[in-house]
């Protein structure tokens, strides 16, 4: 039986990624594998740099003033590090979620933070708008996708500092004037690659400007001085992350992709609202194209709808414990024959009730 593979992370990947990976395993350079070559044979440096210019390829970003790197720790890394970095006396965030909050909490250790605003207090269903961000600050940092509550930021403020922005769940999903971003981090694992890498887009000429020492794992020049090759990088991660980019540039890039991915959404949540069993969990205007969240109106009949959707070989759909419910997570390589089967079984069950 098919699989359609709705999972928040890590994510679905396209099937041809998966099969060169996996190839990659067993004879990467000349009968060796991937993963037992060295990290600074001309073989792998070659993915890393192939790797670091498909990013600003597809971001537009080349030729910009911008580097990429692929680092590990994940978003959570990312949290400290944009500190370390950028924060010399006070910052402003924006609170949309849990990883939000989770990073607001990281920079706290070094300097004053402002929440410029939070829609902690409606369980983060909603994008605060029409907030000021202060101009005689370090950055302004915001969270693009909320994997959790399936929110997501349609459009960004002007910002008179520079905008720090945790892409982790849709980066490479939609176009943006992505220059209007001083710094991109988004971890691999929901909508590029395995579990393992970080990417990080930033712009050189915000860096260096904060008077403490920065251990050199944790310092953005470093990286760059070093190609992304300061310490071992995970080489497994890196090169699945680069074979996904290719595949995207294949496609047509982040043009094309978005096409689909609105395809996806506009049928996910047409079934949300059109089906009375169901509710959506978001606000109309803020609903997230790569996480629809939404809920039984008749909690009764969960075991039913659970049985229903995992016979027709879907995985991943239940939402996270602090929203409960169901969460159907679109990246780009799920393609739209999975959602058609996902809104088959809800008709099915609205049928039935």
């Not at 990947?13 to 067993?26: D, F, G, H, T």
């Not at 920065?214 to 310092?219: E, R, Y």
Request: glycine share 6%; hydrophobic share 40%.
């Amino acid at each position: 039986m098919q699989k359609h593979n709705f999972s928040a992370g890590p994510c679905v990947l396209p099937k041809e990624v998966i099969q060169k990976a996996s190839e990659a395993l067993l004879d990467f350079d000349n009968g060796l594998s991937l993963i037992e070559i060295s990290h600074r044979s001309k073989s792998f440096v070659d993915v890393m740099e192939q790797a670091r210019s498909l990013a600003l390829e597809l971001l537009g970003l080349e030729g910009k003033g911008y580097k990429a790197l692929f680092l590990q720790g994940g978003a959570s890394m990312q949290f400290l590090m944009v500190a370390q970095n950028l924060l010399e006396k006070k910052a402003a965030y924006l609170n949309t979620g849990t990883w939000a909050d989770k990073a607001i909490k990281e920079a706290k250790i070094y300097a004053d933070i402002i929440e410029v605003a939070s829609s902690k207090d409606a369980n983060y269903n909603y994008i605060p708008k029409g907030f000021d961000i202060p101009e005689d600050l370090d950055y302004f940092h915001c969270t693009s996708n909320n994997t959790i509550f399936g929110t997501q930021m349609k459009s960004f403020p002007k910002s008179p500092i520079p905008l720090v922005c945790d892409m982790s769940s849709d980066i490479f999903s939609r176009t943006l004037d992505f220059s209007q971003f001083d710094l991109i981090y988004a971890g691999a694992q929901k909508n590029m690659g395995p579990a393992g890498t970080t990417l990080i887009i930033v712009k050189e000429d915000i860096l260096g400007k904060v008077s403490r020492k920065i251990p050199s794992m944790l310092d953005y020049k470093v990286h760059i001085d070093k190609s992304s090759m300061f310490n071992t990088p995970p080489v497994f991660a890196v090169y699945t992350s680069m074979l996904t980019m290719q595949w995207l540039k294949d496609l047509g890039g982040i043009k094309a992709i978005e096409q689909e991915n609105d395809k996806k959404a506009r049928l996910m949540y047409s079934e949300i609202d059109l089906n009375p069993l169901f509710k959506g969990f978001a606000a109309k205007e803020d609903r997230s194209d790569m996480n629809a969240t939404f809920t039984l109106v008749n909690e009764d009949l969960k075991e039913t709808f659970d049985t229903m959707w995992k016979e027709a070989g879907i995985n991943g759909l239940s939402g996270h414990r602090s929203v409960g419910g169901y969460r159907a997570s679109m990246y780009n390589a799920l393609s739209l024959d999975s959602v058609k089967v996902l809104v088959e079984v809800m008709n099915e069950l609205e049928s039935k009730a």
